[in-house]
């Protein structure tokens, strides 16, 4: 059933975030009208949709006794920020692995936006090369700590498990109720989508609720089978978590992978262009490795007919904005007309 309160949460995530009218790029577009669901707007440590999952899984570590949270994500991880930030405030340790997945040795990449924050926060931070196993790498450690009599619980990267998909399954109640009281009628959900807890989570709760509004993932990383198998599986396991097992059909995932470009936090050109244009006709900023990617995709796919004119989209953002100065050099070559 979908009662979430009978889950333990902490509540620190500015609900429910704001959805806005995008009438500029409409326009602009000449497509459907676009609105934005803010989840950028969270509240915690600049925000983002980390903070949702985090409600969730941190009540479960705090539940659990644990005195530390191991965590991991690529260099620029905007869940690892958010986690940074969270535990310093209850007072839980917070040890971080980084899997420098672009292999990028950019200074400003390597050490500023999240990065910089994450030590603010006073995390512990270990680096690690591409493609190593992060999952194997955080038994590791929750082993070692459990030897010097912590204790220590691990959230996945990104906090895509069930327990960290319920943030996203609130989220699709709210987004609802604030539809229904808008008189908003939505015809589709557009989000940027990696390690999959947020596109489980919107889908697992619109189902449930027999919505039948369709969402789309803009993959950052995975190709569209891969992804699209990766968000099912946490749809399952999180309906099975909720006692809504086999409540959401497979072909209720959808995911397109069209604009991933070389790989994983490398820009391109749909980016750049998203990010210009949502910061210019709506003074929005986008992330390069997330939203920028999702909002080329929303572009791309306005401009090729994907929606009709009177359809209602809704693009949620969710958030990372910090990760842009991990990438000043290339915005700073882009603004100045290298890839205008
Ligand atoms: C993590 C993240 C996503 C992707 O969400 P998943 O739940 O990992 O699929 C999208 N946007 C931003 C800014 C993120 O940090």
Redesign the pocket.
């Known amino acids: 059933m979908m009662h979430l309160a009978r889950y333990p949460r902490l509540r620190f995530a500015h609900l429910p975030t704001p959805i806005e009218p995008m009438d500029n790029l409409s326009r602009l577009l000449g497509g459907p009208r676009l609105w934005v669901k803010r ?2 707007c969270t509240g915690l440590a600049t925000g ?3 903070t949702r ?1 985090l409600e969730f899984l941190m009540a479960d570590a705090v539940a659990q006794k644990a005195d530390v949270v191991i965590t991991q ?1 690529a260099t620029q ?3 690892a920020r ?1 986690t940074a930030a969270i535990a310093a405030k209850l007072g839980i340790a917070c040890d971080i692995l980084l899997e420098n997945r672009t292999s990028s040795t950019d200074r400003d990449y390597t050490t500023s936006g999240n990065v910089l924050m994450d030590r603010l926060f006073g995390a512990s931070l270990t680096e690690f090369p591409g493609g190593t196993d992060m999952n194997a790498a955080m038994t590791k450690r929750a082993e070692a700590l459990k030897a010097k009599g912590k204790r220590p619980y691990i959230i996945p ?4 498990n069930p327990v ?2 319920l943030g ?1 399954v609130a989220c699709a109640l709210e987004l609802l109720d604030q539809a229904n009281s808008m008189g908003l009628k939505l015809d589709h959900v557009v ?11 919107l889908v697992v709760g619109l189902e449930a609720a027999r919505t039948g509004i369709p969402v789309l ?1 803009i993959s ?1 990383r995975a190709p569209k089978e891969a992804q699209e198998a990766n ?1 099912y599986k946490l749809v399952e396991a999180t309906a099975d978590f909720m006692g809504l097992k086999g409540a959401v059909a497979k072909n209720a995932v959808a995911a397109n992978s069209d604009y991933v470009g070389a790989g994983y936090g490398v820009p391109t050109d749909g980016m750049y262009e998203a990010m210009k244009l949502f910061a210019r006709a709506e003074g929005l900023v986008l ?1 390069p ?3 920028g990617k ?1 909002a080329a995709g929303l572009i791309d796919l306005v401009r090729k007919g994907h929606f009709k004119g009177a359809e209602n989209v809704l693009f949620i ?5 910090v ?1 842009m100065f991990g990438y000043t050099g290339p915005f700073d070559r882009m603004l100045s007309g290298g890839n205008e």
């Open positions: 989840d950028d983002g949709n980390k999952k994500g991880s905007n869940h958010q990267g990104g906090g895509s960290g998909a996203y989000h940027a989508t990696g390690s999959t807890g947020t596109q489980a989570g993932g950052v968000v992330d490795v997330y939203t999702g953002h969710t958030g990372g904005q990760g």
